[in-house]
């Protein structure tokens, strides 16, 4: 009986060891009823590509929250480096190694600042983080000149076609304005705008008595 009760299982227990697990298996099974090409050699090849980067991303962010701490800024370093790769590279596919030594030395770099200005100050690492956070997304700001979806060059040549499309309407307007002869109302003396007057008709002679 005794040995009974001490191999006696906790269900909280089973909660917390298997729980993600049994919730990951329901998940794929839904997603697999629902949607029937979720589970296709091509959709498990995309799913497991745009997972790769977060799964290694993750595996720096356990370490350190198993040593107890946490860090808030692995996502916007993450987009720093986007930024400057997409803008460094424009489509080269030869500096695709060097930009990948660069995004590597930008995240030691980063790390070991976090690292250091933790032991020396001895904030908590939330709110270190969370600054060092609010300084990447600063940098991202300054290199992109405000648009961090796209880098300097696109944004550029992105402002050049709203710029000619812009001009392209305006012309378009103006040309259909004339062609129909629109005039805008001239102002009176007083400031407020004065709509032409419409055309008076010219009255009937009255019929003459001596006509009757």
Known sequence: ??????HRVDPFDLFVDYGIWAALGIAILTAAATAPRFLSAANVHDLMSAMAVLGIVSVGQTVVILSGGIDLSVGMLMGLVTVLTNGVMNGDPALAWPMAALGVAIGLAVGLANGVLLILTRIDPFVLTFGMLSILAGAIFVYTDGRSDRPPAISARSQKARSARFRSCSLSWSWRRWSRGLSSPKPDSAGTS???????STPAAPASPLGA
């Open 1 to 6: 009986m005794a040995a009974l009760s001490a």
């Open 194 to 200: 004065t709509p032409s007057a419409a055309p008076k």
